[in-house]
């Protein structure tokens, strides 16, 4: 396993002493945000001792004792390693080994970092109102109460809240009593949790409405009903409709699918205005932030709702997947994210068919992972880690997209009837367990009789992934795998030989005869079978490029004009070709020239596939003398789909039609078409009279910030703040990042850190204006300036930075690597130091690909 480059001291706690059960009973206060709590852990010792440490941060502890049988001893002195985020009790007299109960009293702040215990803020009628949360995952429970936050410490957890009696508590479990308490309080204990990790652990309080509903039981057998509940703020609860019937079959779906019912009589699903991630899946209690979770019937997008599903198809999943197995440690997080992000397509696709979610998923996560994957700066998906940044760092796209995609892969090469045995034979055996990728491996190893643990060895072990070359000759043909990189400074640097065991399915051609052949690729080089070759990779089930050779690439090319190929086909090839043309492999002029044969398509995923190469490109040569030839290729490429689709839904539009729509109309306005711009402020000047459609919301007011200046920049400003639904104050906050005058794009930055956009919304601001040409320069400059406020306010862990520092990688000129690496010298971004390093791997990358390909592209255009 591959170390990380600065190993820092080992973090965990010592094997020798066992939680079991943890009596926890907190007392928030919701005016001046601290809380008080005390603790009894039931511990098991498996030698004596004469200290005990437990995770700690930020907590306040009053006093630790330890009780066993009839005598109690306190700890005589309780110190703290701020580094490890512990607390250190030390004891007199030597505990003996056994069991004991441990109790602590302690106390804390409840924060606004939106991790740990801390409040969120939303307003009712100009009122300000707050409500009490947790996020523990990863490592945060430990700035609730001090515990072994670590998740193979599983243990049960019976919990007390002490709350206001207008108040609602939402913890994992049901209430089993509520009684009054002094002061208008109210405590209210709950049922016990099943054997699981503190990561999973929730109490969320404030004032809350809902909607319920109930899963079916399927006739004669269990397994029993399961009430579901969504929670609101108060007015919210008609936006929770959607994601209750969503929840209700996931469920449904999922008992079936694991043939292990869920486990808890209730499932609560919750929003919450402020919250860093998308969602979180403590069990039984999932929080989500509002645009993951509520949808409006008149104002919510298509793409908004099908995010919805995704994400609560997502964490429904780790009720499973993570919260009845869980990974041993966070080593392994793949097993929980990259299977979430594979069940949440299968689970949605189930729900809802007619969406063809597969397509999105190659469009979307599967590119990502092809993306990220292809720089050396890359890591696998099992990543030795220690300490809390290490740790968040690694909820990246190598643990979500490519884990999902090797999953895909394994699924697809085993049979998807195999691959479900396997899965539940692997959670039967490791329920309420925690377990190694390994564990996972030797469950499909039973049920398929393959060896599997050789198969995913350099996938999950290895950097990187392959593409393969094929050689057509007369005399037969060969296939051949090496590493692929997008950048070709990297490639020629690497000296690593990694041979990857690839499941290859390919078209095979005997005469006229056209067969679907599979293959296990094991070596460097395979002959494959047919007098000549068609697709390969077909359906674009192996995460992995294919290079073809010149006559067979023709051939594809023809099957693609004249409308012969699958879209998922159709889709693998025109993605390989811009890569290779990043990487080196062949020139931008290729990609450029084969995209033609792409005219007549009528798919939103190759029409967003072919928009991403195109852009890429004009990103490179944007200040250069034929910009504008450039931009007139380009828009030879939009501009007929985009004036025949209009801005008008035609009844009983399929999805691909109505993601489409917003594409074409973007990209043609991108590059200039007037005709679109103009009617586009023609919508939004009228939508008072005639509201606009919630699906081309964003393209219009895209193109009017585009095309905008300070009046429009007040307005869209004006209309974030006044705006109660998320998803749309998300698409006034994304126009704000759209406009093409400097000094308005200051004043977004400057905006995205003020208190009227909310912490879980800047990171996204900020990287907007970053993404914008307009605004390149001036956010590096930015946050350069105001990089200490930054750090304060963002730099405590978690994801913020490098979510923030990702669009550094778009720079073209090395020189801004240089200047990056210098700051970051002398500055630190803590978390961030692997997307900093690919950041610079994508600027030299860059920078040598213009060079390589300036001047061919500036002839490919004059010709045409
Ligand atoms: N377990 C994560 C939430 C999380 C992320 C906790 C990072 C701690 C650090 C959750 O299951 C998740 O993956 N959420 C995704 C949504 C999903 C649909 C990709 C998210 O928040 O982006
Ligand atoms: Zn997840």
């Not at 023809?558 to 070709?577: N, P, T, W």
């Amino acid at each position: 396993m591959q170390k990380t480059k600065k190993i820092k001291k080992s973090v965990r706690l010592a094997p020798h002493i066992k939680p079991k059960r943890y009596t926890l009973t907190l007392k928030p206060d919701l005016e001046n945000f601290t809380f008080i709590g005390k603790e009894i852990i039931d511990i098991n010792l498996d030698k004596d001792t004469i200290t005990i440490t437990l995770h700690s941060k930020d907590i306040d502890i009053g006093s630790a004792q330890v009780v066993q049988g009839k005598s109690g001893e306190y700890a005589s002195k309780i110190t703290y390693d701020e580094k490890a985020e512990t607390a250190i009790f030390t004891f007199k007299k030597k505990i003996k080994k056994g069991n004991a109960k441990l109790e602590i009293a302690f106390k804390g702040i409840i924060s606004e970092s939106l991790r740990g215990f801390y409040r969120s803020r939303y307003e009712i009628n100009g009122e300000t109102k707050h409500l009490a949360t947790t996020q523990f995952e990863a490592t945060d429970a430990r700035r609730a109460f001090p515990c072994f936050d670590e998740p193979a410490h599983k243990a049960i957890f019976d919990v007390s809240l002490i709350i206001p009696g207008s108040h609602t508590a939402i913890s994992n479990t049901m209430p089993t009593s509520v009684k009054e308490h002094e002061g208008a309080y109210k405590v209210i204990e709950f049922a016990s949790t099943p054997r699981m990790s503190t990561y999973l652990l929730a109490f969320i309080i404030g004032e809350f409405e809902y909607v319920e509903g109930w899963t079916k039981q399927k006739s004669g057998s269990a397994p029993a009903p399961v009430q579901i509940r969504v929670f609101t703020t108060k007015g919210k609860k008609h936006q929770a409709k959607f994601a209750l019937d969503v929840a209700i079959k996931s469920i449904e779906f999922y008992n079936e699918y694991f043939d292990i019912p869920y486990p808890l009589p209730v499932l609560d699903l919750i929003a919450i205005p402020d919250f860093e991630s998308g969602a979180m899946e403590n069990w039984g209690a999932v929080t989500f932030r509002e645009s993951a979770l509520l949808v409006d019937n008149e104002k919510s997008s298509l793409s908004n709702k099908q995010w919805v599903a995704i994400v609560v198809a997502h964490e429904l999943a780790h009720q499973w997947f993570g919260n009845l197995v869980t990974m041993e440690w966070w080593t392994d997080l793949w097993l929980n994210e990259g299977f979430a992000s594979y069940m949440e397509y299968l689970c949605t696709d189930y729900i809802f068919p007619e969406w063809k979610v597969w397509g999105l998923y190659l469009s979307e996560k599967f590119a990502i992972a092809l993306r990220l994957d292809a720089l050396a700066n890359s890591h696998p998906i099992e990543i030795h880690v220690n300490h809390p940044n290490e740790i968040n760092e690694i909820f990246d796209s190598i643990s979500y997209a490519k884990g999902s995609a090797i999953i895909r892969q394994l699924a697809g090469f085993l049979g998807h009837d195999t691959f479900r045995d396997g899965l539940r034979h692997y959670l039967k055996k490791h329920s309420y367990k925690n377990t190694k990728t390994v564990d996972l491996w030797d469950s499909f190893e039973k049920v398929s009789g393959k060896n599997v643990r050789q198969l995913m060895q350099n996938w999950t072990g290895k950097t990187g992934y392959p593409i393969v070359s094929i050689d057509t000759h007369k005399k037969g043909s060969k296939i051949t795998q090496e590493r692929f990189f997008s950048s070709r400074i990297s490639s020629k640097n690497n000296k690593e030989k990694t041979l990857w065991q690839i499941p290859i399915q390919y078209e095979s051609f005997n005469g006229k005869e056209k067969d679907n052949l599979h293959m296990l690729m094991t070596k460097k080089s395979s002959p494959l079978i047919g007098t000549s070759i068609g697709k390969v990779n077909i359906g674009e089930s192996s995460f992995m490029r294919v290079r073809y050779d010149k006559i067979t690439l023709t051939r594809l090319k023809i099957e693609i004009e004249k409308g012969q190929m699958s879209v998922h086909d159709r889709l693998g090839i025109i993605r390989d070709l811009f890569a290779m043309a990043e990487g080196g492999y062949i020139s931008a002029t290729d990609a450029l020239d084969f995209s033609l044969s792409y005219k007549n398509e009528t798919e939103y995923i190759i029409w967003s596939e072919i928009a991403t190469g195109v852009n890429k490109i004009y990103n490179l040569i944007r200040e250069e003398n034929f910009e504008n030839l450039y931009k007139k290729y380009s828009l030879s490429l939009f501009n007929p789909m985009a004036h025949m689709l209009g801005f008008k839904a035609k009844t009983g539009e399929n999805n691909s039609q109505v993601f489409l729509r917003n594409l074409v109309l973007s990209q043609a306005a991108h590059y200039g078409d007037k005709e679109i711009i103009r009617e586009a402020q023609k919508i939004f000047t009228d939508r008072k009279n005639n509201p606009i459609k919630s699906d081309i919301r964003s393209v219009v007011y895209g193109i009017v910030a585009k095309n905008g200046g300070e009046k429009e920049w007040k307005l869209f400003k004006e209309l974030y703040e006044s705006e109660s639904l998320h998803e749309e104050k998300d698409r006034y906050g994304r126009a704000l990042t759209l406009f093409k005058q400097g000094k308005l794009l200051s004043k977004t930055l400057s905006y995205a850190l003020s208190k009227n956009v909310r912490s879980q919304d800047t990171p996204s601001m900020v990287s907007g204006v970053w993404q914008n040409s307009y605004g390149r320069d001036l956010t590096w400059k930015f946050i350069k300036n105001n990089w200490k406020i930054i750090l304060k306010d963002y730099g405590h862990g978690g994801h913020f930075l490098s979510r923030l520092l990702a669009p550094l990688g778009s720079h073209t000129d090395k020189k801004d690597a240089i200047d990056a690496k210098k700051f970051f010298a002398k500055n630190s971004a803590p978390g961030s130091e692997r997307t900093l390093e690919q950041s610079y791997e994508r600027i030299y990358s860059n920078d040598a690909w213009v060079k390589a390909d300036k001047m061919k592209i500036k002839k490919w255009l004059s010709n045409l």
